[in-house]
């Protein structure tokens, strides 16, 4: 017993020590509004259950103070606020802030988000089904079954996308067609300067629509073309010059060599084939490595606007 007592008091005292122990205060951010144009009953899900780590609204409840567990808290919030922060959503052009509704529908419904461990927790992040229902009307109503149109709208400097291209180092011929293809993610990180839309061709959105994309089916090709991001004076985003597209071409016999996959980089608004030698596409390899376990596709697709329709039902 007496032991038992030692190893409680031994606890208690480690317990306290750490309270002193605190997690680097995080700074205030931009002040939280509502989000402009959004519906007020879309707006409040929002604030409950994601404005916690994606706004400048944080929300600590006295348990979140605890050490560690404020480390883990202020962790997600630093985290999440870097992917996404709520609190700049006003300053976003409106097909900006339709993606970004889109996106974090997405991931709500890919069980993502709110993340299940804190949702666990937190029972007021929970989402329920009238919820989801509510923030999946909104999603459709914005039409995001067409990002490459309404982002396209938005594309200043645009370039010829069906100019001749010379072939990439290993062979990969350019597909001049991507940009009519469907847009089937976006990662648009405001951090880093750069707007990323992945297309898909028909058999890969075919394959996303049936589940069916690990592996990817033969004749599967994913694009993925990138954009400068200018900001002005007013912190206000707009889309810049092209920089350069990507492509993905899946054919398990002939690119057996290259983990199934044909790679290949084009650069500028001039598209020059990327890479000095034949085997320049080791480096692409190299980083999509780790997603081995996804054939080498870094992408969860989004829901396409067929499946949320489906799921609606
Ligand atoms: C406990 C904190 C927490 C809550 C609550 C939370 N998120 Fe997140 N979220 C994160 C973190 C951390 C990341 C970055 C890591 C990741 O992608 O898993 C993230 C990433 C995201 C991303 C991806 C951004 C990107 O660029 O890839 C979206 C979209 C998102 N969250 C939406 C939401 C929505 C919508 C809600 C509310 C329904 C929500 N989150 C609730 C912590 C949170
Ligand atoms: C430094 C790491 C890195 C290198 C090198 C790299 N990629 Fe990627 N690639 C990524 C990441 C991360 C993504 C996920 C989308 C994003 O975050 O932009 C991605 C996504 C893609 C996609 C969309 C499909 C997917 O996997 O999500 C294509 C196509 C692609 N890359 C092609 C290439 C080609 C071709 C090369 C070589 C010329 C290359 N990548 C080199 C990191 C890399």
């Known amino acids: 017993m007496k032991v038992y007592n030692k190893i409680i008091i031994a606890l208690l005292a480690v317990f306290i020590l750490i309270q002193f122990f605190r997690p680097e205060e995080i700074d205030k951010g931009i002040p939280m509004k509502p989000l402009a144009g959004v519906p007020k009953n879309v707006n409040a899900i929002l604030q409950y259950s994601c404005f916690d780590c994606h ?13 560690p567990a404020n480390y883990l808290v202020a962790s997600h919030i630093r985290e999440g606020r870097s992917a996404l922060d709520f609190s700049k ?32 927790i937190h029972s007021s992040a929970r989402l329920s089904e009238n919820d989801i229902q509510t923030l999946k ?64 061709n028909d058999v890969a959105v075919k394959a996303i629509e049936n589940e069916n994309i690990n592996p990817w089916p033969d004749g599967a090709v994913l694009a ?72 080498y596709t870094f992408t969860s697709p989004l829901y396409l606007i067929s499946q949320l329709k489906k799921i609606q039902k």
């Open 224 to 295: 993925k073309a990138a954009w400068k991001e200018n900001v002005n004076a007013d912190g206000n985003i707009s889309i810049g010059n092209f920089v350069q597209v990507e492509l993905m071409v899946k054919d398990s016999r002939k690119y057996a060599k290259t983990k199934g996959w044909g790679w290949g980089r084009w650069k500028g608004t001039d598209l020059k084939p990327y890479g000095d030698s034949p085997d320049f596409d080791k480096e692409c390899i190299e980083c999509h490595k780790p997603m081995k376990n996804r054939d």
């Open 137 to 200: 009307e909104y999603a459709l109503s914005l039409t995001p079954g067409k990002p490459s149109e309404s982002s396209s709208k938005s594309l200043k400097n645009e370039i010829k996308f069906n100019q001749k291209v010379k072939n990439s180092p290993n062979g990969l011929a350019y597909v001049p067609g991507f940009r009519n293809w469907k847009a089937i993610s976006t990662t648009d990180r405001f951090d880093n300067g750069t707007m990323r839309i992945i297309y898909g």
């Open 55 to 67: 706004s400048s609204q944080t929300n600590w409840r006295w348990y979140d103070k605890i050490t």
């Open 89 to 120: 959503f006003n300053d976003l052009p409106k097909p900006q802030q339709n993606s970004t509704i889109y996106y974090s529908v997405n991931k709500i419904l890919s069980g993502e988000m709110p993340l299940p461990d804190y949702a666990a």
